[in-house]
């Protein structure tokens, strides 16, 4: 098992992305923290992916919150190896002026905010370890190739990428690697939000056609690109942003 005796933390792991990840981190050998806003649905995803995995609720947005998701990972399991900062959100696909303030402020709460309060409670406690350890940040190919419609998500997901290369240059030298998964769109709670339409077949195919592989990002697809990056064969990649898209940035 490619993560046997890792710890990982995976925020966002109630559905969608996150699920596959946790799920699969489990089926690896990980003890997994599974945390999300969604309490109900934390506890479902745990229960589904084995005694292996514990959940906790909580807003990633929320410094106290997020201390509480690392603290349990340390109080339930003894340590921490692995974070994955996959909770996010969006606006509806529609023109930037549209977009209202609240809502503007809430997907830079989640987006971004949310991996300033992870790095001030998960970075001392691997420092302390001195074992080094993974951080990987869900991003999308939204920072790296923008659509049209999703501006400020677009530039969110462009602070990820590039807090992402600082924080690896940062924190090289204590053995701590930082990369980003950048997703093209794919089938989860999201979808309608992002192509601004209802899902329909023939709306799904109008994003689809601008993937060369023909079609949308799956959980296990992200699943597998987190796998890699978590564990010990990848520990010379730090920095990087990897889009798991079917070509789409090509």
């Known amino acids: 098992m490619r993560l046997n005796g890792k710890i990982a933390l995976i925020t966002g792991a109630a559905s969608g992305f996150g699920e596959g ?20 649905g934390a506890r479902r995803v745990a229960a589904e992916a084995g005694p ?6 909580g807003d990633v947005s929320r410094e106290g919150d997020v201390q509480a998701m690392v603290d349990a990972a340390l109080q339930h ?3 921490l190896d692995i974070v994955v900062n996959n909770a996010g959100t969006t606006h509806k696909n529609q ?13 830079y709460a989640v987006n971004v905010k949310s991996i300033f309060w992870m790095a001030k409670a998960a970075v001392p406690v691997l420092r302390r370890q001195g074992r080094g350890g993974s ?30 290369a600082a924080m690896a240059i940062e924190l090289a030298s204590d053995n701590i690697r930082v990369n980003a998964v ?17 899902d329909t077949p023939e709306n799904r195919a109008r994003f689809i056609a601008t993937i060369p592989l023909g079609r949308m990002s799956t959980p296990a697809d992200i699943a597998n690109a987190c796998v890699f990056l978590a ?7 730090t920095g990087v942003l990897l889009p798991v898209d079917g070509g789409r940035c090509a």
């Open 21 to 40: 990840i946790a799920k699969r981190f489990a089926a690896e050998g990980a003890k997994v923290v599974i945390a999300d806003l969604n309490a109900e």
């Open 52 to 57: 292996n995995a514990y959940a906790v609720s």
């Open 77 to 79: 399991f003894g340590g």
């Open 95 to 107: 023109p930037l002026l549209e977009v209202d303030e609240a809502t503007f402020d809430r997907v």
């Open 135 to 164: 951080i990987i940040n869900i991003s999308s190919t939204a920072g790296i190739r923008p659509r049209p419609g999703l501006v400020w998500y677009n530039g969110s997901k462009g602070a990820v990428n590039t807090i992402t």
């Open 182 to 198: 950048c997703p093209v769109i794919g089938a989860t709670g999201l979808l309608e939000q992002f192509m601004g339409l209802p």
């Open 231 to 237: 564990e010990d064969a990848s520990a010379f990649i």
